[in-house]
């Protein structure tokens, strides 16, 4: 079975720190990854996602990054974070070149930015 | 772009009643999806519908793929207090368009 995992979980970091959130995803090969941002109370913000390594597509223009170096593995960088930053990310897969086929989510990194 | 309009925002309920919310768009989506977060947890799916008019049960969970393909509801029997969270839809058009979510509708039980 396919399993997702995010880390850390939460994680506090003072304003211009760098930042960087790994996802790694088991059981599957060539999944489309996505970052989300989700603010407290709040729907969800596609960040970024990425149908293959190396390939990234940004969503909303932030001070935010994303890279796949490798087949399973998504990660959210920033150089200097901002009080903004602050949220709860998750990070999403689904199956690439198949049909419509549902995201499934890991269990998310607070970030609270001080 | 695409949005999903999801209602009700919030929901308080006694525990043992059924509840019952829904998501509409102004455009159609070939996929429909409803998931529930926990406070701290990621999204989990918890009924997926891929056809207009299909109606899908998961437990006490049944949801429904509107015929005009714009909008699905989900509805919760006899609510217990694990179905405190925060459920959201969303909808899909094509296998290469992004799936859209609604804001969600956070479900609140009383004892």
């Known amino acids: 079975s396919q399993t997702i995992h995010q880390w850390p979980a939460t994680l506090v970091q003072p304003v211009g720190s760098p930042l960087s959130l790994e996802c790694t995803v088991e059981?599957?090969?060539?999944?489309?990854l996505y970052w989300y941002r989700q603010a407290a109370g709040r729907g969800l913000q596609l960040l970024f996602y990425?149908?293959?390594?190396?390939?990234i597509s940004s969503e909303v223009p932030q001070n935010l990054s994303a890279s796949r170096p490798q087949d399973r593995q998504f990660i959210l960088s920033s150089k200097k974070l901002l009080l903004s930053d602050s949220g709860f990310y998750l990070c999403?897969?689904?199956?690439?070149?198949?049909?419509?086929?549902?995201?499934?989510f890991g269990d998310g990194t607070r970030l609270s930015i001080l | 772009g695409q949005q999903l309009n999801q209602s009700p925002q919030s929901m308080f309920i006694q525990e043992g009643e059924d509840v019952s919310m829904n998501c509409t768009s102004s455009?159609?989506?070939?996929?429909w999806l409803w998931y529930k977060q926990d406070p701290g947890e990621g999204p989990v799916l918890l009924i997926a519908?891929?056809?207009?008019?299909e109606l899908t049960s998961n437990g006490r969970l049944t949801a429904q793929f509107g015929i005009t393909r714009k909008d699905s509801f989900l509805n919760i029997s006899a609510s217990i207090p694990s179905d405190v969270g925060i459920y959201f839809c969303?909808?899909?058009?094509?296998?290469?368009?992004?799936?859209?979510f609604g804001k969600g509708t956070r479900l609140h039980i009383l004892p």
């Open positions: 969303a909808g899909q058009l094509d296998r290469d368009d992004k799936i859209i």
């Open positions: 519908l891929y056809k207009a008019g």
């Open positions: 059981g599957t090969s060539n999944p489309n």
């Open positions: 999403a897969w689904n199956r690439g070149g198949l049909g419509n086929q549902p995201q499934h």
């Open positions: 990425s149908v293959g390594i190396g390939q």
């Open positions: 455009s159609i989506f070939n996929t």
